[in-house]
C-alpha cells in the first residue's frame, strides 16, 4: 500500500518551512531511521527520517521550495511492484478543529469553594478555654493528629534531638520516636522533594522550614511538584502535605531573614494558603492542613510563637479553611487582616473606638480559599475598607482584596480602598528604619480616618 | 569499571530473549509513530523521543517486582510502556484528548499511573531525583520492602538536589535505585563538556553510595546490574546508582536540528550496538526464533501501535469543564 510522506512540522510553532535538499531520489529504497531530507524551519535546518519502509515512488515536491505548508504531501512511498497512485491523492486528515474557545465562566478565583460568610463562632460560649502560646498550640495540634494517624510524620532541620530551633516540636520526639520526628541535614531543596515524594507515597509529611525565607530554595518542589501534579496527572496523585515555619519579619535579622510569602503562595492554584493570629487560629488551623488532602502552606510568625490566648478545650477542635472571623464588630471602617497584621488592627481599632469611630476587624486567617464573602458583606455595611499586612505593597494581598471589592461591591465604597503595607524595600538591620520598614499603628488609625473623612 | 559485556548467555531462555524483542520493539515504534504524530500537527509541544535507549528500561522493569515504583524525567514514553501501561492512554495523552491517562492535561511530559506505581513524568530537570527518594522513604516507612527505580539524565546529573538527595538517601538506608541515563548529551551538551569527572556514578562514593557502570545498549547486562542493584536495596542496605551507558538516536526533541554531532556518530551506533538488532541476532543465531516468527512479532506490534494511533486521533478532545477540575483534592468529610 503506497504511503503519503507529509510535510513534517519539527517545532511547536512551525506552520510552514523550505524543503531544501532532498537525499533520495525516486526508485530508492528507504527503511525506518534513513534520512530523506532537509527542511529548513523558522528555527534551523532540520534532518527528516522516514518511519516507514518502501521506495521512493514519487517526489511531489522539488527541493529548494519555499513555504511549503505542514501536512501538505511531499513524497509517496509505494512497495515492491507496486504503481505510483496518482499524485494529490487526498491529504492526511488535519488535526482536529479546536473546540470554540469559550471557557466555562468561573469567578476570579478558582480556589477551593468557602464557605459563604459564615460567622458562626468557632466554639460553643460554654466551653471551658485554656490560655495556651501559640508555640504550644502548634506543638499540641500536631501531636493530636499525630496520634490519631500514623501516615503523619514532622521534618525539618532541628526538630528533633534540639527540640526545634524555635521550641515548636518539644517533646514530639519523646513520644513519638525519630521514625517520625526527623532531623534532616540543612538542605530544603532536597528534604522538600522528599517529603512531597513521600506525599505521592501516601504519607502525610508535615515540612518544617525553620524559616520560610529558607523554603525559596525549596520553592520549585512546592509549586512544581507539590501543587501541581493532582492536575498534571488528571487527579490521579496528588501531595497531602504541610509545609510550615516562621514567615514574615522577626526582629533585627535583616533582608535576607525578614520576608513576608503570603502574596507569593497566595497566587498558586493547588496550593492552600493560611495565616494564624491567635493560637486557637494555629491550632485550629494546623490540624485541618495535616487532615487536608492538598499541599498547604502555613504562615507563621516568630514573634506571635510567645504570645497566650484562650484555647478551647476540647477533644478535637479544628477551624474550617476559608472561613474569616470577625474579631471587632463595628460600622464605620472594615479593617482586614490576618496573622501578625491582627496586632496593629486590632490597636488600631481600640483607639479609634475612643475617638467614636466603630472599627470592624477581619482576620482572614486563610488567604486560599480565601473568604472574600464576609469582607463583601462587612463593606456593604460600612462602605469603607483598609487592608493590613506586612509583606511588600506591588501585589500584595491587599491589593487582591482591593480588586475584589471593586468589581464585586463598587456601588457600596463611599472611599477608595487603602491598603497598608510594609514598605517597597529590603528590611533594614537598624531599629529605627526596621520600625518604619513595617507598619505602625498609627499609620492604620490614620487610613481608617481617611477613608471614613475625620 | 568498564562496562560489562552483553555476553550471550546459554541460561538466557528463548522466551526471556523474545519478552525484550518484543518489549523493546514496542517502545521503539511507539517513538516512530509518536514522532510522525508530531510531524503531522497532531502531538504538540516538547516531545521528547526514547529512541535508542529501549534496553535501558526494559532491561530494569525486568528485575523490578510487582509494587515497586519508578519516577523519571520528561522523557517518559519508553519507561511507561515498559511498566505496562496502556500504549493507547499514553499516545491519547501525546495528542491532548480525554483518553489520556491524565485526560489530556499533562502532556507528553507529564503522565502518572496510580496503578502501575509509576509516579511521572517530570518537566524540571532532576526535580524526580527527591520526589524518587521520598518514594523510597514511604516504602520504608511503611515497613515493606518495596524499591523505587528513580531515572534521571547525565544533564541532571550536575543538579545540587541530586547530591542533596543522595546525602540523605545514604543518611536514611532509602530503598532507592538511582539509574542515571547517560545518553551523552545534555540537550545539545555533550558530557565531557560539562564535567572534568565524567564518571557520573562514582560521585555516589561521596556519600558512601556503591554503584556501577553498566553498557545501556544490552538489555541483558542491564537487566543484571538492575538484579544487583535490587538486591542491594531490598536488603536495607540502602541507594544503589547504575550508571547506564546509552545513546539517543533523534534530538533532544522533535525540535533539535542535532547539529552538536556527527551523522556518522549516530549511524555507527544504530549499525553496532542498537539494543534491538543485538537481542534479534542472538534470537536467530541462538535459533530461538525464525525470521518469520520475529516478523509475525512486528507485525502485532506495528498493529498495536497503529491502534494506539487510531485512538488517540479519535479520543475526543476533553470536555472544558475539565480546565477546573482536579485542582484540589475534595476534603473528605
Known amino acids: ?454 | 569499571m568498564p562496562p560489562k559485556k552483553a555476553a550471550a548467555k546459554p541460561n538466557v531462555s528463548a522466551e526471556e530473549l523474545l519478552g525484550h524483542y518484543r518489549e523493546m520493539l514496542l517502545i521503539r515504534r511507539f517513538e516512530e509513530k509518536a514522532g510522525q504524530l508530531y510531524g503531522m500537527g497532531l502531538i504538540g509541544g516538547f516531545c521528547h523521543l526514547y529512541i535508542g535507549q529501549e534496553a535501558v528500561v526494559v532491561g530494569l522493569e525486568a528485575a523490578a517486582e510487582e509494587g515497586d515504583k519508578r519516577v523519571t524525567s520528561y522523557r517518559d514514553h519508553g519507561h511507561m510502556l515498559a511498566c505496562g501501561m496502556d500504549p493507547k492512554g499514553i499516545m491519547a495523552e501525546l495528542t491532548g484528548r480525554e483518553g489520556g491517562f491524565s485526560k489530556g492535561k499533562g502532556g507528553s511530559m507529564h503522565m502518572f499511573s496510580k496503578e502501575k506505581h509509576f509516579y511521572g513524568g517530570h518537566g524540571i530537570v532532576a526535580a524526580q531525583v527527591p520526589l524518587g527518594a521520598g518514594l523510597a522513604f514511604s516504602d520504608k516507612y511503611k515497613g515493606n520492602d518495596r524499591v523505587t527505580f528513580t531515572y534521571f539524565g547525565d544533564g541532571a546529573a550536575n543538579q545540587g538536589q541530586v547530591y542533596e538527595t543522595y546525602n540523605m538517601a545514604q543518611l536514611w538506608d532509602l530503598p532507592v535505585v538511582f539509574v542515571i541515563e547517560n545518553n551523552g548529551y545534555a540537550m545539545g551538551t555533550s558530557v565531557v563538556r560539562s564535567t572534568k569527572s565524567p564518571s557520573l556514578w562514582e560521585r555516589g562514593a561521596a556519600y558512601g553510595i556503591k554503584g556501577e557502570e553498566v553498557d545501556g545498549m544490552s538489555v541483558l547486562a542491564v537487566k543484571e546490574a538492575g538484579e544487583r542493584a535490587v538486591a542491594h536495596c531490598r536488603s536495607g542496605k540502602g541507594p544503589y546508582i547504575l550508571e547506564v551507558k546509552t545513546y539517543r538516536y533523534r534530538g533532544h526533541s522533535m525540535s533539535d536540528p542535532a547539529k552538536y554531532r556527527t551523522r556518522d556518530e549516530v549511524q555507527k551506533m544504530r549499525d553496532e550496538r542498537d539494543p534491538i538488532e543485538q537481542i534479534r541476532d542472538m534470537l536467530l543465531t541462538g535459533k530461538h526464533a525464525t525470521e518469520d516468527d520475529l516478523k509475525a512479532i512486528d507485525k502485532e506490534i506495528k498493529a498495536t501501535v497503529n491502534e494506539a494511533a487510531e485512538f488517540s486521533k479519535e479520543s475526543p478532545e476533553p470536555a472544558l469543564e475539565e480546565l477546573w477540575t482536579d485542582i484540589y483534592a475534595e476534603v473528605e468529610a
Open chain 1, 1 to 454: 500500500m503506497a504511503t503519503e510522506i507529509l510535510m513534517p512540522a519539527l517545532s511547536p510553532t512551525m506552520e510552514e518551512g523550505t524543503l531544501a535538499k532532498w537525499l533520495v531520489k525516486e526508485g530508492d529504497t528507504v527503511s525506518s531511521g534513513d534520512i530523506m531530507a532537509e527542511i529548513e524551519t523558522d528555527k534551523a535546518t532540520m534532518e527528516f527520517e522516514a518511519v516507514d519502509e518502501g521506495i521512493v515512488g514519487k517526489i511531489l515536491i522539488a527541493e529548494g521550495t519555499e513555504g511549503v505548508k505542514v501536512n501538505e504531501v511531499i513524497a509517496i512511498l509505494v512497495e515492491e511492484g507496486e504503481d505510483v497512485p496518482t499524485a494529490g491523492a487526498a491529504p492526511a486528515a488535519a488535526p482536529a478543529e479546536a473546540a470554540p474557545a469559550t471557557a466555562p465562566a468561573e469567578p476570579i478565583a478558582a480556589a477551593p469553594a468557602a464557605p459563604v460568610g459564615d460567622v458562626t463562632p468557632d466554639w460553643d460560649a460554654d466551653v471551658e478555654t485554656k490560655p495556651t502560646t501559640v508555640r504550644e498550640a502548634l506543638r499540641d495540634a500536631m501531636a493530636e493528629e499525630m496520634r490519631s494517624d500514623e501516615d503523619v510524620f514532622l521534618m525539618g532541620e532541628e526538630v528533633a534531638e534540639y527540640q526545634g530551633a524555635y521550641k515548636i516540636s518539644q517533646g514530639l520526639l519523646d513520644e513519638f520516636g525519630a521514625k517520625r520526628v526527623i532531623d534532616t541535614p540543612i538542605t530544603e531543596h532536597g528534604f522538600a522533594g522528599i517529603a512531597t515524594g513521600a506525599a505521592f507515597g501516601g504519607l502525610k509529611p508535615i515540612v518544617e522550614f525553620m524559616t520560610f525565607n529558607f523554603a525559596m530554595q525549596a520553592i520549585d518542589h512546592i509549586i512544581n511538584s507539590a501543587a501541581k501534579t493532582l492536575y498534571m496527572s488528571g487527579g490521579q496523585m496528588g501531595a497531602p502535605m504541610v509545609f510550615r515555619g516562621a514567615n514574615g519579619a522577626a526582629a533585627r535579622v535583616g533582608a535576607q531573614h525578614s520576608q513576608c510569602y503570603a502574596a507569593w503562595y497566595m497566587q498558586v492554584p493547588g496550593l492552600k494558603v493560611v495565616m494564624p493570629y491567635s493560637a486557637a487560629d494555629a491550632k485550629g488551623l494546623l490540624k485541618t492542613a495535616i487532615r487536608d488532602p492538598n499541599p498547604v502552606i502555613f504562615l507563621e510568625n516568630e514573634i506571635m510563637y510567645g504570645k497566650s490566648f484562650d484555647v478551647p478545650v476540647m477533644d478535637d477542635f479544628t477551624i474550617p479553611f476559608g472561613k474569616a472571623k470577625i474579631e471587632r464588630s463595628g460600622d464605620d471602617v472594615t479593617i482586614v487582616s490576618f496573622g501578625i497584621g491582627m496586632t496593629y488592627a486590632l490597636a488600631a481599632a481600640e483607639k479609634l473606638a475612643e475617638e467614636g469611630i466603630n472599627a470592624e476587624v477581619i482576620n482572614l486567617r486563610s488567604l486560599r480559599p480565601m473568604d472574600t464573602a464576609t469582607i463583601l458583606n462587612s463593606v456593604r455595611k460600612t462602605n469603607r475598607c483598609v487592608t493590613v499586612e506586612e509583606g511588600w505593597p506591588q501585589g500584595s494581598v491587599g491589593g487582591y482584596i482591593s480588586g475584589v471589592i471593586m468589581q464585586e461591591a463598587f456601588d457600596y465604597l463611599d472611599a477608595p480602598v487603602i491598603t497598608l503595607t510594609g514598605k517597597d524595600v529590603p528590611m533594614p538591620y537598624a531599629a529605627n528604619l526596621e520600625k518604619h520598614a513595617l507598619l505602625t499603628v498609627d499609620e492604620v488609625i490614620e487610613a481608617c480616618k481617611k477613608v471614613t473623612y475625620r
